[in-house]
C-alpha cells in the first residue's frame, strides 16, 4: 500500500513538473529516472524472511553493484564474505537481540574493509592508513542494498564496525588478515511482505546558501 | 561506448541466467531491476560541467533519495546546504586542485551531518555522540550520487570529513551550528559527457564461509 503512495508521489512530482506552465529549468524525469528513484525510496531494513533460498548469480550481481560504489582516490577498500551455512549465522549473531529472525536468511554477506592503502609513491608494497576508507564502505553497503530491494529481496544493514566486542568475535571466526575490519554485516533473504518504507523527507533539513 | 558494454554486460548476464537449462533459485531480473543496476553501474565521478543550469524541483528530488538513506537507530543525522550563488564556489573549493572546473557546476551541495544523537532515555535534550553517523553519510551520498545519475546530470564526491582544514573553513562560511559538521561537498551539473563509468568487477574480493 505505502509502495503505491511512493509511486503515485513520484508519478504525480513527475506530472506537477511538465505541467506547471512556465519554463522550467528542472530536468524531466524520464521512465527510467522514476523507477530508480521508486527503487531508492522504497529500500527498507527487513529483518524477516521466507525460508525461499537464493542463488549465486543473484548474490553476485548485487555484489557487483555494491563494487561500483565511489571511493576516494580508486581505492576500494571492500570485500565480502558470503556466508550460507546456517550453522555459522548462529555464531555471528549471538548477543543480537534481533538472532532469531536473522537465522531465517538464505545469505548472510559481512561486508569488510581493508583499512590501509599503499602508500602514495611507493611501489615496495608499503601500507598507510586510509584515512576515508570508512566513508567507501557507506556508499558500498547503500549500493549493495538497492540491489537487493532490486531483486525483489530484503536485507538489513547490522553495524559491526566501530563496535570492538562484534568486531573482535568475527575477525576470529572469519580469519580475517589483520589489516581487514568486518564492517557491517547483511542477511538477506526473500521477505515476507511485512515492512514498509518509511518516508523521511524533511524540508527543514534544507537550508540554502548557508545554514 | 562504455555505458553500451553495460547495458549489454547487464542483458548478457539476465540472458544467461534464463538459458542455463538447470533449475535455478536465481531471482530473474525484471525490467526494473535491470534498470536499478544499469544505472547503479553507470554512475561515475563527473568533474566538467555544461553551463546549463538546474531547477530547485530536480534538486529537492535528488536530496528526497538522499534522506531515504537507512540510518543507525533511525538518527538520519544528515542535512544539506545547497549553494547557487557563485561567489561562494570560490571560497568553498579553494586549494582543491579541481576548483576551476567545480566553478562550473550549476548547484553545490554541502552534505552536513550531526554527530550526536538523543541520550536514549531522556527527554530532556540531552544529546550524546552518536558513534556510527559517518556509515549513513556514505549511504546517504551514495543515494544522492545514484539520483543525480538517474536524472541524466553529473556529480563528484569531494570529501570534507576528516580534513580539519576543509572542515574549518566550510563551517565557518556556511554558520553551521557546533555539533554539526561538513561531511562532503557535491557539485553537481549537466555533464559534457566525456567521463565513462569504469567495470569495477573483481570476483577476488569475493570470498565464501571465510576469507
Redesign the interface.
Known sequence: MKKISLILGVAL?VVL?ACNGKK????A??D??T???????A?K?VRSYTE???????I??I???A????S?M?V?P????????KS?FENLFEGNMNLRKFQEAAVVIVV?ADTTMAKRGTYDGSRVPN??W??????????L???V?????GAV?T?C???ADRMAKIKA?????AE?VPY?VVPIGHHDGTTE??D???EY???????
Open positions: 512530482m513538473s522550467t529549468t528542472d530536468v524525469a524520464t527510467n529516472a523507477v530508480v528513484m521508486e527503487n531508492i525510496l529500500r531494513s525461499q533460498p537464493i542463488g549465486n548469480d543473484t553476485q550481481n555484489l557487483r553493484a563494487m561500483a560504489a565511489p576516494g580508486d576500494r571492500w570485500s565480502f564474505v558470503v556466508l550460507r551455512d555459522n569488510c584515512p576515508i570508512r566513508d567507501d564502505m557507506g556508499a558500498c553497503t547503500e549500493n542494498l538497492l540491489a530491494e532490486a531483486y525483489g529481496l544493514w553495524a564496525y566501530p563496535f571466526m572469519l580469519e580475517l588478515p581487514v557491517c518504507p518509511k523521511k523527507w524533511d533539513r534544507l537550508h540554502y546558501e548557508r545554514w
